[in-house]
């Protein structure tokens, strides 16, 4: 997914100006809570042109779900607290997706667009992002006890199930009820990342 892709060392510093350019402004205007940002708007606040815009991203919906990609790289979520391969998998899990939940929901209308985003692969929103957080995860903790080998599909279903529990406590429809989200988001996790059950998820 081109959109989630950080800058390489050899990319000329132009590209990336501009790029962050657009990604910053459209954050800013979705923070503002206006309406939904046209590719003009986007870059009329980053001060490039519209084909620049194009020469970044396919959409605005694109664009957004590029900052919460690198948000997600500044979390660093692959591994919260330097994790190690003893790490108990779904503590490690569950640690990542709370950081991921807080970050999104301080980018709630960044997240909304986003979500109506089709990446090539098929899926919808930032479920792409997801399924690498995923793999990341089984990288982190390899050799951990119960830690199984790549799975393609067993990623995808996962990213899919985190994605669509993120998007109902970020949207609201779970209200204030973090042991509720919990609990969803453990049952959600593949099989390797949940043992043991949180206590949370009790009742």
Same mark, same amino acid.
């Given at each position: 997914m081109?959109s989630a ?9 132009r ?9 910053g ?5 979705l923070q ?12 009329t606040a980053?001060?490039v042109?519209?084909?620049t ?8 919906e694109?664009a957004?779900?590029?900052v919460?990609?690198e ?14 391969p003893?790490?108990?998998?779904a503590?490690?899990?569950? #640690?990542t *997706?709370? /950081?991921?939940?807080? &970050?999104?929901? +301080?980018r709630?209308?960044?997240?909304l667009? =986003?979500?109506?985003?089709r ?7 930032i479920?792409?992002l997801?399924?690498e ?11 951990a ?12 279903y996962?990213?899919?199930g ?10 609201g429809?779970?209200?204030d009820?973090?042991?509720?989200i919990t #609990?969803? *988001?453990? /049952?959600?996790l593949? &099989?390797?990342? +949940?043992?043991?059950a949180?206590p949370t998820? =009790?009742?």
């Open positions: 081109a892709q950080p800058s390489t060392a050899g990319e000329d510093p590209f990336t100006r501009s790029r962050q350019a657009i990604t402004a459209l954050a800013r205007l503002q809570m206006g309406p939904y940002p046209s590719v003009a708007a986007v870059a980053a001060g042109h519209r084909a815009f194009y020469n970044h991203f396919q959409s605005v694109e957004a779900v590029s919460i990609a948000d997600f790289r500044t979390l660093g979520t692959t591994g919260p607290g330097g994790a190690q003893d790490a108990d998998p503590a490690v899990a569950l #640690a *997706l709370d /950081a991921m939940l807080e &970050a999104l929901r +301080r709630r209308n960044v997240f667009v =986003a979500s109506a985003w990446s090539p692969s098929g899926l919808m929103g479920s792409d997801l399924v957080q995923v793999r990341d995860l089984r990288r982190t903790l390899a050799g006890a119960g830690v199984a080998e790549a799975d393609d599909v067993e990623d995808v996962a990213a899919c985190i994605n669509g529990v993120l998007s109902a406590a970020v949207g429809s779970l209200g009820r973090p042991e509720e #609990a969803r *988001l453990h /049952a959600a593949p &099989a390797w990342m +949940r043992q043991p949180p998820a =009790a009742g």
